[in-house]
């Protein structure tokens, strides 16, 4: 029996081997702005996750869909050798490696990593070292490196929660809020905390962000924020749809201030004053080369991590209650999912579907919907939980 339950083993090893590597070289294609590519590699990721058993043989993977040619090549090379070696090299490559510590920079993109390569800079002190001026979200980025790269935990995520819900409660009475992203499906851990905001009455919402914003600064709670504005308008006869997959509602993306150990304590810390900054963490939750993680480190003396706090990447958006349901829908990913479900819409169901609104191209006409169900309905689609959208 041992042998067997050994053999299984490697036998999930082998599976989950596969999945790990094209998840990395879809996160390469994504780091290199090529993302075609991306969606190429996630999709088939996606596809080996969904499968019943462990793959031993190529023959199983026969007129499965979205598995191309190079994703073939990579999991018939970890089936055979354990590994892929074009994964492997990769991995070890100085051009992933630096893309993967540049865009690890809060406010930095693929566009800006790849231009800043291309000048020679591979590393965060030499980025710091380099003269370019950077704009407020990168220069936060900088200085919070290391707590941004570190996940963020479930019991984190619901200390900001019970800290958002406060302050929502106190600035407009009868306000919900609603915990989204990676965390609405279940994760445990995420790169930030969602939420969505929203009032029962139609038009209450409206200057709700900046009040909210204002009373998190007043309280030392923010370490940056910037807010942007709504920008959507519903016109009559056309689909008011973005041009990409950015919605436009209100939002604030911000780095929260939170205490750490302390996460159900979270509300007597409202008033943390953030002249408490001396210590900055040594520990890195990215594997990056020597170089840039000694470089980053700034504990003065090398002391022991006594922050009493961490930054935390947190995401703020407003909805009118109109739009709350396609909000939540959209705001609750994965981003796979979302892709797959709004070109089902738009192919299946000549609809388009968006964070907004939900438009009939054929009626001409926006659908109404007041919970997520009804717009599964609307798709002709069973209902699919949260839970169950992490593709
Ligand atoms: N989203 C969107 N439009 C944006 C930003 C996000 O539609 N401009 C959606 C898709 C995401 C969800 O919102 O799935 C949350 O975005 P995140 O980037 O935070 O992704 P997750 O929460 O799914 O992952 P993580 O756990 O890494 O935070
Ligand atoms: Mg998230």
Redesign the pocket.
Known sequence: MGGKKESVQQLDDTYSASQDALSLLAENAELSDQDGRGVAFRRAAAVMKSLPEPVTSMTQLRGLPCLGEHSLRVIRDVLENGASREVESMKQSKQYKALKVLTGVFGVGAKTAARWIREGIHTLHQLRNSGHTLNRAQQAGLEHYDDLNQQVSKAEAEAIQQIVEEVVASVLPGAKVTL???FRRG?LM???V?FLITHPEEGKEVGLMSKVVSWLESQGFLLYQKTTRNSYLVSDDSPALPPS???RFERCLSIFKLAQDQPHRAKQLGALPLDTAEHRRGDSGLQTDQDSCSQRIQTPGGQEDTKPWRAVRV?LVVSPISQFAFAVL??????LF?RELRRWAGQEKAMSLS?HALYDNKKRKYLQASSEEEIFAHLDLEFIPPSERNA
């Open positions: 989204t992203g990676g994760k995420g790169h930030d969602d997959n950015m919605d995401d959209g705001w609750t990913g994965s981003k979302e964070s």
